[in-house]
């Protein structure tokens, strides 16, 4: 049985398993050695994901995910001020749902490896044009994010991360490290272009090949191991072998 690699988050992991997309990268380099499962739920922020937690990850599962990440506060730092006021979530509350979710998951699978994954950052100009271009004249002004604000979440993240001795991608400060990274790496300000899931998949594949993941044995033999005369042989030494 495949070990289980959950990805839990917002629109950012739902989206993941487009093409491009971090989630699906993860899927192809661990091909036939870990399932990647997709929980993505976009425009959800922390506090409405402790509602799916229990099913996400049930207590008493047959087969607790091996690791997962998790990745919210886009949503979480929307300004009350902003079209994005009914997704925020103060930032005191935000780390704290982020501590329930680790307890939950660790419950469950104790030696599970979890990731947490602090939001982009934001490109103001580039959420107004997002706005423009669907809204054209009747787009808010008033930036429904900045970049500042979810910096402080950001912090927190990471904070959060280290106080439990858990890795954690800062992808806020990460992306910023790029001239130019508000078009290269995000499509709309907010959401991630080919370039930008590039950078999560980096940034977690080294997280998890460093727990191992990528030695993990083939679910079953290579074809090349296979005797065209006795191809029953080569089943038989690997399921000895696992």
């Not at 229990?54 to 979480?76: E, H, M, R, W």
């Not at 009747?138 to 930036?143: D, F, L, V």
């Not at 370039?195 to 997280?207: C, M, P, R």
């Not at 191992?212 to 191991?225: K, Q, R």
Request: net charge neutral; aromatic share 10%; charged share 25%.
């Amino acid at each position: 049985m495949r070990p289980q690699i959950v990805l839990f988050g917002d629109s950012i992991t739902q989206q993941s398993f487009r093409s491009g997309g971090w989630g699906a990268a993860l899927a192809d380099i661990y091909s036939r050695k870990v399932d990647v499962v997709l929980r993505g739920y976009s425009g959800y922020n922390t506090r409405w994901a402790l509602f799916i937690l229990n099913q996400i990850f049930p207590l008493g599962s047959a087969k607790p995910p091996a690791a997962v990440t998790i990745f919210f506060g886009a949503n979480d730092a929307a300004r009350l001020e902003g079209t994005g006021k009914r997704q925020h979530v103060p930032v005191e509350e935000y780390k704290d749902n982020l501590r329930k979710m680790v307890q939950r998951i660790k419950s469950g699978s104790p030696n599970a490896l979890v990731v947490l994954i602090t939001p982009p950052p934001i490109d103001v100009e580039g959420r107004r044009e997002y706005a423009r271009s669907l809204y054209g004249d009747k787009a808010s002004e008033t930036p429904d994010r900045t970049n500042e604000a979810t910096g402080v979440y950001a912090k927190q993240c990471v904070t959060l991360a280290n106080e439990l001795g858990l890795p954690s991608v800062d992808l806020w400060s990460k992306m910023q490290e790029t001239d130019g990274w508000q078009k290269k790496f995000l499509s709309d300000g907010l959401h991630l272009t080919p370039e930008g899931n590039a950078v999560v998949f980096s940034e977690v594949v080294k997280i998890f090949d460093k727990a191992g993941f990528s030695d993990l044995p083939y679910d079953f033999p290579s074809h090349s191991d296979i005797d065209a005369e006795h191809p029953e042989k080569a089943f038989l030494q690997h399921c000895r072998a696992v």
